[in-house]
């Protein structure tokens, strides 16, 4: 079903389109589906997909795997491991419609987990998610024929190959209501679609949809094998799903300097900068130079408790953010935003390389992550910290 | 009685059928309601026509077009007034990237902000003279490549206050035309070859007879306009990138 010999990167120009709501109220999918199928002409067909969060409240404290596979064989081996390696609580089918123009599907299952580590079953959080994303990519990298496409905590991907519309129907979009979501419309110009590489890209409850292309995908996925992400689905996409969970979950930094990391200020912006700012860029354009993200780019990520929008630096893809009381969105398009809020109070336009973070207000939801500090020391003992770094470093 | 339409229940292409059937059988004034996302409104139009638009239009307002005056009542997306000819349009609002791309003709006034690479390719022949007034600021590359006609940026109507006038890559591989800037703007903005100058009685007259049209569309005053010194930034050899490839 899959021949992914002859797959390649992915070059696009797409569409996306994101909502979020601060105080966790839950918002129909109708509302995401319109604004993606708003820009339905930025895509062609060959792939889109929808993020959600706040989906699973009855298994709010179980990681949920949506699992892709090609065969009923593939599926019970993921079963299998998952049995030898998580604390499975509950198991279902994706519930799916028929869809006329989509045609053998792959199979979709969902698995509530919780990882064994070592033997326990409660750890911290840290190692937790260690463990998780361990399992992740063994079940990516090893299982042919099987995928996980989502592993977050209340959260799921849903993606295939078709319109937004039509994949929205195939996985009954419309009937879920989240808090935050995420939404792309596919169009890829350099390889065949396939269902892995239909957008979002996750790992835990980070999602991220993309236009655009990452033309430094071979430096960014050197520098994430490094510390162990294995990219298995072929599409450029998938660097910047394991390089938000290196920078910001596992070294720790503070959100926005981790998008200023994947895109960084020019050389000739570092050099106008007040000392310290000076500094601080030039550290983290030296360490974080893996996690560079080169070529046209607009993002859209989001995680338990926050969407972010960001453009590469010199802006070579549209992105607009509007927001209207406690609703943020942002879309390739004002009008995508425009036809599910009509009067927004306020529109604007992203400047490049300044991500648009909306998080929500304390304790809105369960299990809520803020990356908007820097987090204590002893959270990540492991972690680079920026400020840290002997200033005997960065004379030129 | 000019011809009244309300778009929203239709795709583009059948705004644009509508539209295009219309003029052929003499309409020459339009007003289009709900406009929210149609592409490609009066693309390649060549009548005069007088057209309104309530909403957001879509990608490629007004692209090739020549002859329409297009008024719209919201802001613009990327693209609008591509390789447009002749004709205007005039936003009520702020505009996306790309504004201009490839221009040879006529007027784009906006009243608020643009985007990135605004007027990138413009170009000029004779007595074709492309011009764009931003009434706010604009993002990186304005005017990127740009071989002819006529830029003014005036940084009055901005939603950005925290931004600066222009962004980065200000007329980079700029060869020709000019770009007007109300205020003053960082020479390390500027492209490679620019240098900005005091206007000399020439520009003067330029600059007042185009703010003058763009004061009357927005009912602005032209006196506060000109309250502020400006600049021109133009190359400052004839040739800035002739010996690019022969060296």
Redesign the interface.
Known sequence: MWNLTTLGREVSGCGISGIIHRKGEPISGQMIIKSIC??Y?RGNGLGAGFAAYGIYPDFKDYYALHVMAQSKEALEKVEDFLQRRTFLTFQEPIPTRKVKTIHNPPLFKRYFVKPRVEGEESCGLFAEEEQMVQIVMEINEKIEGAYVISSGKNMGAFKGVGFPDEIAEFFRVDEYRAYIWTAHNRFPTNTPGWWGGAHPFTLLDWSIVHNGEISSYGTNRRYLELFGYKCTLLTDTEVVAYALDLLIRKLGLPLELACKAMAPP?W??ID?MEEEERELYSALRILYGGAVLNGPFAILFAYNGGLVGLNDR??LR?L?AASKGDLYFMGS????I??IC?DPER???P??GEPVIIEMEEGAIPNQKSYLKVRPKEVREDALRIRSIPLSLFTS | MPLELEVSPYHYSQVNRILREAIEKGERELVLRGVNGHRYLLAGVSQSVRVEIYGTPGLDLGAFMRGPEIRVYGNVQDGAGNTMDEGKIIVHGMAGDVVGYAMRGGKIHIYGDVGYRVGIHMKAYMQKIPVIVIGGKAGDFLGEYMAGGVIILLGMNSNYPERPLAGLFLGTGMHGGAIYVRGKVKESQLGAGLKPYPLETEDEKILETHLKDYCEDFGLNLSDVLKEDFLKIIPYTHRPYGKLYAY
Do not use: H, L, Y
Not at chain 1, 333 to 336: C, I, R, S, V
């Open positions: 708003c820009q002409e020019f000739m912006e106008e010199v802006k549209p607009v398009e004002e009008a995508a425009r036809s009509p529109v604007w336009a400047k490049a």
